[in-house]
């Protein structure tokens, strides 16, 4: 009969053993990225920020990813929209970004990280970044036809070498890991992560951009609706910083680890 070994890391469905040891590094080798960071006001962002930690600014970043190169997926590559606000973690005196949520647009991913990293990892349809002669630059996200995301930009001058350094470097992430029960209210698993990754930005440059969101009807995305009238309607009151950039990003898996909680 089938038994578990303690020592070792399991993903659905477990009876067909452990997962593979020696896998390959998380390194996204070539990757795209156009992002949008936004003032709002700390009441819309507080209550979304669990009270674990303390929310450094009240600012969002949406940001696109287009990566190929992926080392752990065999070369191949997707898509990514992440929704990130700057936090302050108490219980350890750490500095980072609080993921709301990670769109992406394949299934192994999404997977790997929400079963074994607990990052909020969600599906949809997302664009790779057009850019028409190396000025015009968009993407969209949709489901199911239905468009709830657009980001639109013109690029402009490129950033010098300081400029990018800041740019790269060690980053934290931080998540909210939590599973239901089954067939029953309240939550099995429920816990902050901490999800360490590094960027190396080769080219950096400014863009003149917006971003849209269009509320879907429970109806149009019955399991995401919610999510994406939420961040539709965060006050937008100006616009702070928008990139897009080429560089390449580092997971840091091994030191992705659960984090105290008061509850």
Known sequence: MFKFDREKRYMMPPHFGPMPEGTEPA????????????????????????EDFELSRPEVEIRHFQCQAVDWMGGDGYNMLAVNVPVHFKAENLDGIYNLVLWENATEPILIGRETNGVPKIFADI?????????????????RGLTFLTMNGEIGRRLTDEDRNQHSGMQNMFAWRCFPNIGRPGLAISHPVLFPLEQQVFELYEVDSNVQWTALRKIEHPTQYHIITALSELPFLRTIASYYMKMQVQLHVELCRELPTKR
């Open 127 to 143: 664009t790779d970044l057009s850019i028409y002669q190396n000025r015009i630059i968009r993407a969209a996200v949709s489901h």
């Open 27 to 50: 390194c996204y080798r070539d990757c795209q990225s156009f992002s949008l960071v936004f003032e709002s006001t700390i009441d819309a962002l507080e209550q979304y920020i669990p």
